[in-house]
């Protein structure tokens, strides 16, 4: 045996949160994670058995109002303990099996990362390029179908990395269905954002995370598979690699109340009290505002003189993508209107953009304000010509062009 050191390893010498933390809090209106709800940040200090009634009862309730929010019929509501990115490798995983083909749509960085982890999990992968600032067409990703004749199709409905919205996705999903593919959308900045159907578009897996759309805490997914997709999950001639992701397994859990893994009751809690917000607000209500908040947002940019990256077709309205002036960058950018101005923005992964993101409790009135001011300020302060007075201006009017309540809750 070794003698351990009589020291052993010494103490760190640590500060505390608060003397980290900024006195002031950031106000996050980056890609995600979003500002959270009082009423979830409650959720989330809970700690309670993951297997007794009371979990029992939430889990179920989750799972129903998850179905409304993803606007389907379908049993097979998932949650996993991990980002979003967990979700995205659970779909593959489940559905595929060593050497079978699959066909990703990539429009950038989240939607090439399913073909990566297609790839880790031995499928035959096959990925379809589509332009920076172009949304996904249909009559292309046909023509793809019919040369690789893949078991699954993936696509992004709003990428985030270069803010495009595959406006198409209803028709993709008709057409790949025609050819029996299975179609995996990933709606993780979208979800309650802006329609998906999930039964009405025959989509197989849609996949969200708990950080964006739903404004709530990371590190808590869900993701839905239809009944075919279920099927072929059960189907499996061999179980998942990976014992975390395997849905059979998270069925004991999520579905006949039995242990998987210790689930993470804190944050589905704080899932619970997102969609319990969702389910108040309605999702009518929820897509006008958010509709609402980002047109006038990007209204307030194009009124400064800043151009918006994604011409209007393609632009997602979830996260807004702004060209950066020239002899600015990113990390400049963002740095200083966080230090000045307490607001968070993003900067892009391989994008020359900024991102603000409008998803959640980022589309209120208030946020909008603070932060396209912190923007023009920014912007001045570093040189670069903006109007922000009529940017201002142009975003206030905007607001009182469209009314707050597009539609009436009896
Ligand atoms: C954020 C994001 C992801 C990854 O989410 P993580 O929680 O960081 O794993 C995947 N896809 C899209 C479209 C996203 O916006």
Redesign the pocket.
């Known amino acids: 045996m070794t003698a351990l050191s009589p020291k052993g390893i010494p103490r760190p010498q640590v500060k505390t949160l608060d003397e980290i933390l900024p006195q002031e809090p950031l106000l996050m209106m980056g890609?995600?994670p979003v500002p959270i709800p009082e009423r979830v940040a409650n959720a989330n200090s809970m700690v309670i058995n993951h297997l007794g009634d009371a979990m029992a009862q939430v889990i179920d309730q989750v799972k129903a109002m998850a179905r409304y929010v993803f606007q389907t019929e379908s049993k097979w509501v998932l949650g996993v303990a991990g980002?979003?990115?967990?979700a995205?490798e659970m779909s593959v995983a489940n559905l595929l099996e060593p050497g079978e083909r699959i066909l990703c749509i990539n429009n950038g960085f989240?939607s090439h990362?399913m073909a990566e982890m297609a790839t880790r999990i031995g499928a035959d992968v096959h990925e379809l390029h589509v332009g920076v600032h172009e949304s996904a067409d249909p009559e292309r990703v046909r023509r793809a179908i019919e040369e690789t004749r893949p078991k699954v199709l993936t696509l992004?409905q709003?990428?985030?990395s270069n803010t495009v919205f595959n406006h198409s996705l209803e028709e993709i999903t008709r057409i790949a269905k025609s050819y029996g593919c299975l179609v995996v959308v990933?709606a993780?900045?979208t979800l309650s954002t802006m329609p998906l159907k999930m039964d009405e578009w025959q989509v197989d897996v849609v996949i969200t995370?708990g950080?964006?759309g739903l404004s709530s805490i990371?590190g808590v997914?869900l993701l839905v598979f239809s009944n075919d997709a279920w099927a072929t999950v059960k189907s499996r001639k061999k179980p998942t690699v990976q014992w975390c992701f395997d849905a059979q397994l998270a069925e004991n859990f999520w579905h006949n109340h039995g242990y998987h893994y210790t689930a993470p009751v804190s944050g589905i809690m704080a899932l619970h009290e997102a969609l319990k917000l969702v389910c108040e607000e309605t999702l009518e209500q929820r897509f006008a505002r958010h509709l609402r908040c980002s047109k006038a947002l990007q209204a307030g940019v194009e009124g400064m003189g800043l151009s918006l990256y994604i011409p209007e077709v393609s632009r997602l309205n979830s996260v807004v993508g702004i060209s950066i002036p020239e002899g600015l960058t990113a990390a400049q950018i963002c740095r200083h209107i966080s230090d000045t101005y307490r607001v968070e923005i993003a900067g892009s992964f391989g994008q020359p953009i900024i991102r603000i993101g409008q998803m959640g409790e980022q589309c209120r009135e208030h946020n909008l304000f603070r932060t396209l001011h912190a923007l023009g300020s920014t912007m001045r302060d570093l040189g670069a010509k903006v109007d922000q007075p009529n940017g201002m201006a142009e975003m206030e009017s905007y607001l009182q062009s469209v009314p707050r309540s597009l539609y009436r809750v009896a």
């Open positions: 890609a995600g980002p979003a990115s967990a995205m989240f990362r992004v709003g990428e985030t990933d993780v900045c995370g950080q964006k990371p997914s």
